[in-house]
C-alpha cells in the first residue's frame, strides 16, 4: 500500500485547532510512516546520562526494528551505535541494560572495544580488513547530562539552538551528579501521539491527577484567562512573577522559552511555582530527598520544565528530577519510561525513601495511560471524528499537532 497520496490528502485537510484524522492514529502503514519521518530523521530523547555512571554501563533504546546502543567508554565519554554486530547481523547487546567489558558478539564473538572499534574476529583470514568493520555510529548529543539521539544521515542542525538556550537552565541541576533512583517502564495501548498530547495540556489534571495537583498549578502549561479561571490564573501570575525575581537574584534562569512548533527541533521550557511546600512533586509538597543537587541552598525553588519534540518531558526540581522517554512500539502501542534522579551520594532509606519519591507520577502515569488508551478505542469508532482545542486550556496541544504535521508536509517535500 502506497501511504504517501492519503497523507498528503490528510496534511492538506488538516483544520488547525482540531484534533488529527483518526488514520494518524489508527493506520499500521502511517505509523510506519511516523517511525521514518519523525522517528527516524528527528533528535529522539534517549534517557539521562546517569544510567550509565560507570566505564562499560550501556543501555538500549528501541525505535522501530532500529535498535541503538548507547554506552559509557574507558575514558569517560558516552557513544552510541546501532546494536548490531558487522558479521552477520546479531544483536550485540539483548538486555535493556547492563555492563560489559567489550562489546561482544553473542553469536561468533566478534569484539569490539568501547569506542565500537573491531578488535578481534576469529578465522576471517589475511585479507580480511579489520579497520572497516567497526559499529556503526549513530548521532548523539549530550545536553548538560541529557542524551539525544538521531539516526538520520545529516540530523537537523537547529538542536544546536536547543543546547545553547537550555544548557544554562538544566546545568544548574548537576544531572551528571546524579544517580537513577528508580526506573519504570510503562506500556500504553495507545498511539504514541495520545501519550504526547495528553502531556501537553493540563485541562484534564483537576479531573484526574488529585496527587500532581496538590503541588503542581495547572495554570503554568499552556492556560489562558477565561471568565471562570480568571481570578486563579490573575493570582498564579503574580505568584510566578514574584518567584521568577526571587530566582534570577539566585541566578537561576526561569523565564518561558517556546519554540515548541517554529523550529524543526521543537522544544518549550519554564521554572514554575509549586503548591503547598513549593519544593517537590510529592504528596505534601516537600523535598523527596535531603540531598540537594548542584549548588542548591533551599529547596524551594519550583519546578523546571522542558518539553522536547516528538517524545519527552522532564521536570528539575532543587532535590530530584523526573525525566520521560516516550517511545511507540506499534500503531497502538506505546512505552513510557519515567525515570528518578537523586543526587549521587544520597543514600536509600535515609536521604529519601523510594516510595515517596516516585508517589506522585506513579498514580499520575496509571491515571494518564487510562485516558490515553480511552481516547484510543474512541478513536477507533466510526463516529469518531477531530474535535476542537481549547483555545483556552490546550494550545500546547495544538502546537503539538502543529510541529507534527509540519514535519511529516516538509518530509514528503
Not at 519510561?337 to 516510595?355: F, M, S
Not at 519519591?357 to 474512541?378: I, K, P
Not at 466510526?382 to 507534527?404: Q, R
Request: include cysteine; aromatic fraction near 10%.
Amino acid at each position: 500500500m502506497n501511504i504517501t497520496p492519503n497523507l498528503r490528502t490528510l496534511l492538506e485537510r488538516r483544520k488547525p485547532g482540531y484534533s488529527l484524522e483518526a488514520p494518524f492514529y489508527l493506520d499500521p502503514v502511517l505509523f510506519e510512516q511516523d517511525l521514518k519521518l519523525i522517528f527516524g530523521r528527528h533528535w529522539i530523547y534517549a534517557g539521562p546520562q546517569a544510567c550509565i555512571p560507570e566505564d562499560g554501563d550501556f543501555f538500549t533504546v528501541d525505535i522501530g526494528s532500529t535498535s541503538v546502543l548507547l554506552v559509557r567508554d574507558g575514558d569517560g565519554g558516552v557513544n552510541a551505535f546501532h546494536n548490531v554486530c558487522r558479521h552477520r547481523g546479531s544483536r550485540l547487546c539483548n538486555e535493556q541494560k547492563g555492563a560489559v567489558g567489550n562489546l561482544v558478539c553473542p553469536y561468533h564473538q566478534w569484539t569490539y572495544d568501547l569506542t565500537g572499534k573491531l578488535m578481534f574476529a576469529e578465522h576471517m583470514g589475511e585479507g580480511f580488513a579489520r579497520d572497516t568493520h567497526n559499529l556503526k555510529p549513530v548521532h548523539l548529543r549530550n545536553v548538560a547530562g541529557l542524551l539525544f539521539i538521531c539516526l538520520a544521515d545529516v540530523p537537523p542542525q537547529d538542536f544546536e539552538q536547543l543546547a545553547a538556550e537550555m544548557t544554562p537552565y538544566v546545568v544548574q541541576h548537576r544531572v551528571a551528579d546524579c544517580k537513577v533512583a528508580a526506573q519504570i517502564d510503562m506500556v500504553e495501548h495507545c498511539n504514541w501521539k495520545l501519550t504526547m498530547e495528553n502531556n501537553r495540556e493540563c485541562y484534564h489534571c483537576r479531573g484526574s491527577h488529585p496527587e500532581l495537583t496538590r503541588s503542581l498549578f495547572e495554570y503554568g502549561f499552556g492556560y489562558a484567562p477565561t471568565p471562570e479561571t480568571c481570578d486563579g490564573i490573575n493570582e498564579y501570575n503574580r505568584l510566578l512573577a514574584e518567584r521568577h525575581a526571587q530566582w534570577e537574584a539566585l541566578g537561576l534562569p526561569c523565564r518561558e522559552i517556546d519554540h515548541l512548533d517554529d523550529r524543526v527541533t521543537g522544544f518549550r521550557t519554564q521554572r514554575l511555582p509549586l503548591d503547598r511546600g513549593g519544593e517537590a512533586q510529592t504528596l505534601n509538597g516537600k523535598a523527596a530527598s535531603s540531598k540537594r543537587l548542584g549548588q542548591f541552598q533551599q529547596s524551594d525553588l519550583g519546578a523546571l520544565s522542558f518539553w522536547t519534540q516528538p517524545n519527552s518531558w522532564h521536570h528539575f526540581m532543587a532535590d530530584h528530577i523526573v525525566t520521560f522517554t516516550v517511545l511507540p512500539i506499534a500503531v497502538d502501542k506505546t512505552l513510557v519510561r519515567t525515570t528518578w534522579l537523586v543526587h549521587k551520594d544520597a543514600v536509600e532509606g535515609v536521604d529519601y525513601e523510594v516510595g515517596n519519591l516516585t508517589a506522585v507520577w506513579n498514580a499520575t502515569n496509571a491515571q494518564d495511560r487510562q485516558l490515553c488508551e480511552q481516547s484510543q478505542r474512541g478513536i477507533a469508532s466510526p463516529a469518531y471524528e477531530p474535535g476542537p482545542y481549547s483555545p483556552f486550556t490546550e494550545g500546547l496541544v495544538d502546537k503539538f499537532c502543529n510541529w507534527y504535521t509540519a514535519r511529516m508536509a516538509a518530509e514528503l517535500g
